[in-house]
Nanobody, 124 residues
Framework: QVQLVESGGGLVQAGGSLRLSCAASGRTFSSYGMGWFRQAPGKEREFVAAINWRGTSINTADSVKGRFTISRDNAKNMVYLQMNSLKPEDTAVYYC?????????????????WGQGTQVTVSS
């Protein structure tokens, strides 16, 4: 059974930074791409960033490009989201997810396991 546990959320002022972490267990972490998604109140869940299984390719949503960086440490079974220059519109619950297909491409893939989410609130 795959488990994904996010941490690092909190309350921060606009312009500040947070680093989200996601600890994975249950299957060979280094074989699967990982992603971060977010959902704000009253809105649909949206893609934030993804990283391939080797950590050599990254995809980032236009809304956070240049401010957010995804990374992973396969030795520690961890994926991270460094968030800088935060804006009030970044306020959401942030989820990490693991791709369904091992050694898959970075885009156009399904995610089959999700964490419970961590709240990020950015005050103006």
């Amino acid at each position: 059974q795959v488990q994904l546990v996010e941490s690092g959320g909190g309350l921060v002022q606009a312009g500040g930074s947070l680093r989200l972490s996601c600890a994975a267990s249950g299957r060979t972490f280094s074989s699967y791409g990982m992603g971060w998604f977010r959902q704000a109140p009253g809105k649909e869940r949206e893609f934030v960033a993804a990283i391939n299984w080797r950590g050599t390719s990254i995809n980032t949503a236009d809304s956070v490009k240049g401010r957010f960086t995804i990374s992973r440490d396969n030795a520690k079974n961890m994926v991270y989201l460094q968030m800088n220059s935060l804006k009030p519109e970044d306020t959401a619950v942030y989820y990490c997810a693991q791709q369904k297909r091992a050694w898959g491409p970075l885009t156009g893939v399904e995610y089959d396991y999700w964490g419970q989410g961590t709240q990020v609130t950015v005050s103006s």
